[in-house]
């Protein structure tokens, strides 16, 4: 089985600032593939950013950097430079490549809030 | 391509009525999911189509619950009987087959249909 946490429910960020928001996953698969998506009030999920287990190098698109550690097992997304628009959920999910490949597994989500 | 398309965006029902829900998936993506959302919380995982062939099903799917994508192209989502506890957001998303393996793959989001069941 997969799972993934989300310790922080709720994030405060000034505009400009930089933010972390933490997420830390668990699988006995080999080989897995870590997500962000951004969820608006809106309601739609926007995909931000992807890790692969192999992946040498922390994945950049952006504003939007993965900060991964997988001794620890944790794939922080990083957002720099924050905006207001930047206000809204955040989900980090994960997909294995074993019997579970097929789906994603979605903690439960960070709302960040960005201030003035 | 317009990217993954639900309709309808709300649906509001009596409890003990029946609804379905379409999801068009970008076209030239052969899985497609449905998601369910309650407030708060982030979307579970209810079922998995490759092409036509319903391939996973959670055990949150009850019998009330049928989908079907019967030409591997749009698929439909029907809760028979529904009760209050079926409110939620219902998210579909589709993906496409890479040459490897699936699991690098990101999952497009359609805007989703909002159950309330009164």
């Known amino acids: 089985a997969q799972k993934i946490t989300q310790t922080q429910p709720g994030m405060f960020v000034q505009e400009k600032e930089a933010v972390t928001l933490d997420c830390t996953y668990d699988t006995s698969d080999p080989s897995y593939g870590l997500f962000w998506y951004k969820q608006p009030s809106s309601g739609e999920m926007i995909f931000l950013i992807y890790?692969?287990?192999?992946?040498?190098q922390n994945a950049t698109e952006g504003r939007y950097s993965l900060n991964f550690q997988k001794a620890r097992k944790s794939a922080n997304l990083v957002i720099s430079a924050s905006q207001l628009g930047d206000s809204a959920m955040y989900f980090c999910?994960?997909?294995?490549?074993?019997?579970?490949?097929?789906?994603?597994?979605f903690g439960t989500g960070t709302r960040l809030q960005v201030t003035l | 391509d317009t990217g993954v398309s639900q309709n309808p965006r709300h649906k509001i029902t009596k409890r003990g009525q029946n609804v379905t829900f379409r999801c068009d998936p970008i076209s030239e993506h052969n899985r497609l999911y449905w998601y369910r959302q309650t407030l708060g919380q982030g979307p579970e995982f209810l079922t998995y189509f490759q092409n036509e062939a319903q391939l996973e099903k959670s055990r949150l799917l009850s019998d009330r619950f049928s989908a079907e994508r019967p030409k591997g192209s749009f698929s439909t989502l029907e809760i028979q009987r529904t009760e209050q506890g079926d409110s939620a957001m219902y998210l579909c998303?589709?993906?496409?087959?890479?040459?490897?393996?699936?699991?690098?793959?990101?999952?497009?989001f359609g805007n989703g249909t909002r159950l309330t069941v009164t």
């Open positions: 890790q692969g287990s192999y992946d040498q």
């Open positions: 998303a589709s993906s496409p087959r890479g040459a490897g393996s699936s699991y690098n793959s990101p999952l497009h």
């Open positions: 999910a994960m997909r294995g490549s074993g019997g579970t490949a097929s789906k994603l597994t």
